[in-house]
């Protein structure tokens, strides 16, 4: 019984006393938690002081958060694609069988990928379809072309390969009707997470 009196304050101003050097002690300690990450080398990795940001051995941010939104990233910057908006300035095909519109040439980053093509035909009784390899498989069953302008998901699919193998991703369209063209645009395509 002694032993625990000797652990617990004298009287209530000690007992304060104590609280309060505990929550200066937490206060200081949880900035300390994760605020810097350095290398071997003392070069900082990592930052979470006002955000977090991460940073190559050159010292440049290549990731980080946006700490003034609150939403989403900062870095990298992320690309946005534009594609013509009139559908007479797209290409097309007038085959019977289908052949490359469109050719996206990359190297895998992600497990996954998806393309939003525009698609349409340039006279009212011409009708077609269009579909999306990946080296050379077809992603997806062909979707039908009709003379009214549509923009189509084709995704998300997974990508073959390991990390950093070049992938080779097409739009191919053909016509099966009519005498016009079957026209596609790449309106938007990008690598996503699985």
Request: hydrophobic share 40%; aromatic share 8%; proline share 5%.
């Amino acid at each position: 019984m002694t032993q625990r009196r000797a652990l617990l304050p004298a009287d209530p101003s000690d007992l304060w006393r104590t609280l309060k050097r505990l929550e200066r002690t937490i206060s200081e300690r949880a900035g300390q938690l994760l605020t810097a990450l350095r290398r071997p080398d003392g070069t900082l990795a990592f930052s979470g002081t006002a955000g977090w940001t991460w940073y190559d051995q050159g010292g440049t941010a290549i990731l980080a958060e946006d700490a003034f939104s609150g939403q989403g990233l900062a870095l990298p910057y992320l690309a946005m694609a534009a594609a013509p908006a009139r559908y007479t300035d797209w290409p097309g095909s007038t085959s019977g069988t289908f052949e490359d519109i469109h050719r996206i040439s990359a190297y895998k980053q992600q497990a996954s990928a998806f393309v939003i093509v525009g698609h349409t035909s340039d006279a009212g009784p011409t009708t077609g379809e269009f579909q999306v390899t990946v080296n050379g498989s077809t992603v997806a069953a062909a979707t039908a072309v009709t003379f009214s302008q549509a923009a189509t998901t084709i995704g998300p699919f997974a990508l073959p390969g390991a990390i950093r193998d070049q992938i080779d991703i097409r739009v191919q369209a053909r016509r099966t009707a009519g005498a016009g063209s079957v026209k596609t645009t790449v309106l938007a395509a990008s690598q996503i997470q699985s």
